[in-house]
């Protein structure tokens, strides 16, 4: 991720205080299922199989197929738009927070949060075409696990960089809970127009940056 230019890093770091904001409005909607950490998901999918509890369990597996729906059509938006790609996958994400927004707090909140999986997904789309960079933006394990080995070579020339960029990523996510689980309970699904608006900044930024010849 170090490798990433400086615009990248920052969209990066912004997309997971959006994630974590996201999660914490899908989190209080849906009693304690995540949008975006699909491990937990899993986790408490196969506890409901144990306990012989199927609506849950179809419920919770709906979740992790509308999340990797997302990631897929992410991908495909990739492959087909190219360099363009990046910046189509925060608009699409930006449209389907926003319907979210809108039907969360209308009749069909159910709704609404079923938007919010297959967005978190598409999010991950988004540093695909950085040369196959793969990095996890709406879930932290494998930063978490970086930031543990990053402490661990901290002598190690040029690793406090990477590592540092680990932490702010983190802790951008963390951030992004606080103000969405505070922002939810105040505003409803208002609060994601917050994150709409950034989706639709960097994108903007990412159009711009199209018109820049590759280094």
């Known amino acids: 991720m170090q ?10 770091i912004l997309l997971a205080a959006i994630a974590g904001c996201v999660d914490a409005v899908g989190f209080t909607e849906l009693g304690g299922y995540f949008v975006s950490f699909m491990s937990g998901n899993s986790t408490r999918l196969g506890l409901h199989i144990a306990a012989h509890e199927w609506r849950p369990a179809l419920f919770t597996f709906g979740l992790v197929a509308l999340f990797v729906g997302g990631a897929a059509a992410g991908a495909l938006i990739v492959d087909r738009a190219g360099r363009a790609g990046a910046a189509a996958i925060l608009l699409v994400e930006a449209l389907m927070l926003a319907t979210a927004a809108a039907l969360l707090d ?4 159910l709704i609404g949060a079923a938007m919010l999986p297959p967005a978190m997904g ?4 988004f540093l695909l075409g950085e040369g196959g960079v793969r990095v ?4 932290m394990t494998g930063t978490l696990v970086r930031i543990g080995t990053g402490l661990a ?6 690793r406090g960089r990477a590592l540092l960029l680990d932490i702010l990523l983190w802790l951008s996510l963390v951030g992004g809970v606080v103000l969405g ?18 989706l639709v900044l960097i994108g903007l930024v990412e159009g ?5 010849p590759r280094a």
Do not use: M
């Open 3 to 12: 490798t990433l230019p400086l615009e990248r890093l920052a969209a990066a």
């Open 106 to 109: 209308g009749p069909r909140p």
């Open 122 to 125: 598409l999010s991950n789309a």
């Open 136 to 139: 996890g933006l709406t879930y």
């Open 153 to 158: 070579a901290l002598g190690t020339p040029g």
């Open 181 to 198: 689980g505070i922002g939810y309970v105040r505003f409803g699904g208002t609060v994601l127009l917050a994150p709409v608006t950034a």
């Open 208 to 212: 711009f940056a199209l018109r820049r």
